[in-house]
């Protein structure tokens, strides 16, 4: 029916003339199947492709000139968090100026719990970008059972069972987890694949930040796997990494384990940020068992003083793991009891309040931040060799694994203003691991299939008009880890369902995204 009523609309364009709203003339199209590019133009009318190839004679609107230009579909970034900052900042800058026209949320666990309403506020919001949704694992559980460490009773088992289902009728693409995050971390394999296999009765994608990225990295791809394959659903391995430098080149071990299960049959993909820094909590560091049933908990255990030198014990330890003498590679991107501390590492931190220098006081120093409510980190400890290599891999996709940026807020990872454009010009262009062709079908048709996104991620007749026109030879992300508040350049424009975001090169203001329900 949909296509239907898509081909309709393109007859219905096309017979009443050579008038479109936008022409975009002489570009390198490159329409997101992998293709080389080819030299034409695009006539736009009414949010959608009306007409590809040579438009001699068309008239519009407005007509971009994209001579020496690529004209690409729109990216889709399939790993976002953007809940909570889409009435901060509507407009979405830090991904509209990195080419991003379509995002999907409720990644790691991490949703509003009712997917319905909350695409409803997303259509009467109106964000610059489009948006699809996961339900979200971690909050599914927060809503039956709080934080609590145990298994679910059948009862609540049930309930978040109707959960997961309401959410995959309203909608959502797909079920997350985050298996690393309270409550989530709690969880048995048992209790996500009874609810996967919710998901996969309405045909939706378990995408999953795994139990463990570092040391337990193959156990948690297994795991992972299993769920896929006894839910019958295909399966997307979130920001897809080796973590901890006692990790590094076992993407040796872990690219092959993904290879062989497509071999065998399982629709399994991954996505990746193309740096060598995650982002996160600080309470990451911390034993699951100590951040059960919320902070007034964590506080009073933490005030106990045989607990919390069994929590300074655990972090020393994998700190020693890391072949570490300080806790340097964790940085304050976000701490809200004192901002001043944004940007420092805690080995900075530690000196600041002036402790002896060394892993013992920086343990307590992480202590005593996570009494203060905790902060979100950047944490360094990636190899380069190992983004190239999981970057070389097909099935894989570029993702931010950011929110919606507050311009000057923080001191945040720069992959959420720069992913798209360091892909392709530090990777692309200056390094050459992958081709263009090859990035832009990873940024477009690649996770428009695999989420179901119909209409879209192609430069085809009767598709949405998403569209990036770009200079391959200027593209550029310019955030920093010092100075991440800078957009990504070399994007001339940007339309989102055929209404122009970016002209030359700025925002316009409008806000045309919609909300993007499954079927």
Known sequence: MRLFVIATLFIG????????????????????TGNSWYYGDLAISKGRIVKK??????TANRIIDAKGLIVAPG????????????KKNPQAGNFIYDGVTTVITGNCGLSDADI?????????????????ALIGHNNVRKAVMGSVKRDPTEEEMVQMEAIVEKAMKDGAVGMSTGLIYIPGTYSKTAEVLRLAKVAARYHGVYASHMRDEGDSVTYAIEEALQIGREAGLPVQLSHFKLSGQQNWGRSKETIPMVIKARQEGLDVTIDQYPYTASSTSLSTLLPDWVLA????????????????????KHML????????????????????ADTTLNGKSIEEVNKIMGRASDAINEAETIVQMMEKGGAGMVFHGMSEDDVKAIMQYPFNMFASDASIR??????????????????????????????????????????????????????????????????????????????????????????????????????????????????
């Not at 190839?53 to 068309?58: D, I, R, V």
């Not at 330890?317 to 340097?328: C, E, M, V």
């Not at 991440?484 to 925002?507: A, D, I, M, R």
Request: aromatic share 8%; glycine share 10%.
């Open 13 to 32: 364009l096309t017979a009443n003339g050579q008038q479109a709203d936008i022409l975009i003339k002489g570009g390198k199209i490159l329409d997101g």
């Open 53 to 58: 190839g040579n438009l001699t004679g068309w």
């Open 75 to 86: 990216f889709i970034d399939v790993h976002t968090h953007i809940e909570d900052d889409e």
């Open 116 to 132: 319905g309403k909350y695409l409803q506020m997303i259509d009467s919001l109106k964000t610059s970008v489009n948006v699809a």
């Open 293 to 312: 049933d919320g902070r007034d908990s964590i506080k009073a255990r933490l005030a106990k003083p045989a607990i919390r030198n069994e929590v300074k």
């Open 317 to 336: 330890q994998r700190l020693a793991k890391r072949g570490l003498q300080h806790f340097s590679f964790p940085v304050v991107a976000y701490y809200e």
């Open 406 to 519: 507050i311009y000057k807020q923080g001191n945040p990872h720069p992959r959420g203003y720069g992913t798209n454009a360091r892909v392709l010009s530090k990777y692309v262009r200056e390094e050459k691991v992958i081709s263009l062709e090859e990035a832009i079908r990873r940024m477009t048709s690649l996770p428009a299939s695999k989420f179901k996104l119909e209409g879209r991620g192609l430069l085809v007749e009767g598709y949405a008009a998403d569209i990036v026109v770009f200079d391959e030879q200027q593209v550029k992300d310019l955030s920093t880890f010092e100075k991440p508040h800078q957009y990504s350049t070399g994007f001339k424009y940007v339309l989102v369902n055929g209404e122009l975001t970016v002209n030359e090169g700025t925002h316009t203001g409008i806000r045309a995204g919609v909300s993007i329900r499954k079927q």
